[in-house]
C-alpha cells in the first residue's frame, strides 16, 4: 500500500478556504478585538463596567495594567450582575492554580491554589493574589468573558495575572470558571479586597 504523505507548505487554502469578509482593528484568534472603553483608577473604590457587555459581541476582553492597591497583601477580585450592576453576586464555580518564585531563590513552586477556587458561591473571585503597595509593586493581567448575553448557558471566563506578591515574590496565577446564570450578565466589577485601587487601568474590548 503507498503511503500519502502531507506537505503543509505546499497546502494551498487560497481557492476553497478563502476568507470573503473583512476584519479590522487588531486581529486576536481570527476576529477583530474593538476597544469598547477603558477606565483609569485614581483611589478608586472599584472600578465598574455597566454599559458595553451586551449582544453585539461574543466574547469580552479585558486587559489590567499596573492595578496598584493603597493596602498591603490585597487580592484584586472580580464580580459580574445580572441587573446592570445594582448587584454583583452572581453564582460561580471556580478552579485555580498558580506558580511563584520570590527574589531571594529560596522558594519555587506550582501548586493548586485550594484557596483560591469556588463552589458555588456568589462571593468575588480572586482574579489576582496577594499585592503589595510599595510604590514599585502592582498586578497586570487579563480577563476573557464569554458569550455573557446568552441566555441559554452559563457564562464561562478565564483569567491570567502576574503579581507582584507582597513579600517580594514573582506570582503567576490562572483563574477559570464560569457564572452559574442563565440570565444575562451585563456588568462587571473589580476591586481589591481592602482599601482603594490607587492607580491602574482597564480597558475593556470586544471581539467580533
Known amino acids: 500500500m503507498a503511503l500519502t504523505t502531507f506537505n503543509p507548505r505546499s497546502f494551498d487554502l487560497?481557492?476553497?478556504?478563502?476568507?470573503?469578509?473583512t476584519v479590522s482593528g487588531t486581529n486576536v484568534g481570527g476576529g477583530s478585538l474593538v476597544k469598547i472603553s477603558e477606565q483609569t483608577a485614581s483611589a478608586?473604590?472599584?472600578?465598574?463596567f455597566t454599559s458595553g457587555i451586551d449582544s453585539t459581541?461574543?466574547?469580552y476582553y479585558f486587559k489590567f495594567i499596573n492595578m496598584h492597591p493603597s493596602n498591603d497583601g490585597v487580592l484584586f477580585q472580580m464580580n459580574g450582575s445580572t441587573d446592570g450592576g445594582s448587584n454583583y453576586n452572581t453564582t460561580k464555580?471556580?478552579?485555580?492554580?498558580?506558580?511563584?518564585?520570590?527574589?531571594?531563590?529560596?522558594?519555587?513552586?506550582?501548586?493548586?491554589?485550594t484557596g483560591g477556587d469556588l463552589a458555588q458561591s456568589t462571593a468575588y473571585q480572586?482574579?489576582?493574589?496577594?499585592?503589595?503597595?510599595?510604590?514599585?509593586?502592582s498586578t497586570s493581567g487579563e480577563l476573557w468573558l464569554f458569550n455573557p448575553s446568552s441566555t441559554t448557558y452559563v457564562k464561562h471566563f478565564m483569567s491570567?495575572?502576574?503579581?507582584?506578591?507582597?513579600?517580594?515574590?514573582?506570582?503567576?496565577?490562572y483563574i477559570a470558571g464560569y457564572?452559574?446564570?442563565?440570565?444575562?450578565?451585563?456588568?462587571?466589577d473589580f476591586?481589591?479586597?481592602?482599601?482603594?485601587?490607587?492607580?491602574?487601568?482597564?480597558?475593556?474590548?470586544?471581539?467580533a
Not at 491570567?160 to 496565577?173: G, K, L, P, V, W
Not at 476591586?191 to 471581539?207: L, P, V
Open 14 to 21: 487560497s481557492d476553497t478556504y478563502a476568507f470573503t469578509g
Open 44 to 48: 478608586s473604590s472599584s472600578i465598574s
Open 57 to 59: 459581541y461574543r466574547t
Open 93 to 113: 464555580t471556580t478552579t485555580c492554580f498558580q506558580a511563584f518564585h520570590n527574589e531571594a531563590d529560596t522558594q519555587a513552586v506550582l501548586q493548586y491554589a
Open 126 to 137: 480572586l482574579i489576582s493574589t496577594e499585592i503589595g503597595n510599595d510604590n514599585d509593586q
Open 160 to 173: 491570567r495575572f502576574q503579581c507582584y506578591y507582597f513579600n517580594d515574590n514573582s506570582t503567576d496565577i
Open 179 to 188: 457564572l452559574n446564570t442563565t440570565s444575562s450578565v451585563n456588568a462587571i
Open 191 to 207: 476591586k481589591f479586597s481592602g482599601g482603594n485601587i490607587d492607580e491602574g487601568t482597564i480597558t475593556m474590548y470586544g471581539i
